[in-house]
């Protein structure tokens, strides 16, 4: 029996590279569908224009590249996990699923902190 576990961890199997494929694609369209939402979101910055001094400028940069900044790293993450797995035989369907997760959660730290910034 653990000579067939040993086989069946030794061949990386197909439909983990299929799942991981697709589930990349989801990270890279969710990627680019979110930093445009949040690019929308700064529009809120017209609101800064009567009071300029109350508005958090640091913050205001911070919301703009947080999502396409994460959505990049889970985007250069999968593609150094296909690469790895391939001589080591790992299941790599984890890495854009952790960088989906990531990604969602930045785009919500970025929504909120676009509300912080602007009073």
Do not use: E, H
Not at 1 to 28: E, H, I, K, N
Not at 54 to 74: E, Q
């Amino acid at each position: 029996m653990t000579t067939s576990r040993r086989q069946r961890r030794s061949r990386p199997g197909g439909l983990d590279l299929a799942v991981t494929l697709v589930l990349l694609l989801f990270l890279v369209v969710g990627g680019l569908s979110l930093s445009f939402l949040a690019l929308l979101n700064q529009m809120s910055v017209a609101a800064c224009s009567g009071n300029p001094a109350a508005c958090n400028d640091d913050l205001l940069a911070w919301a703009f590249y947080l999502t396409p900044l994460v959505a990049a790293l889970g985007f250069l993450a999968t593609l150094f996990g296909l690469i790895v797995r391939k001589p080591w035989s790992l299941q790599s369907w984890w890495i854009p699923t952790v960088g989906i997760a990531a990604m969602i959660t930045a785009f919500v730290v970025s929504l909120f902190l676009v509300d912080i910034a602007i009073p």
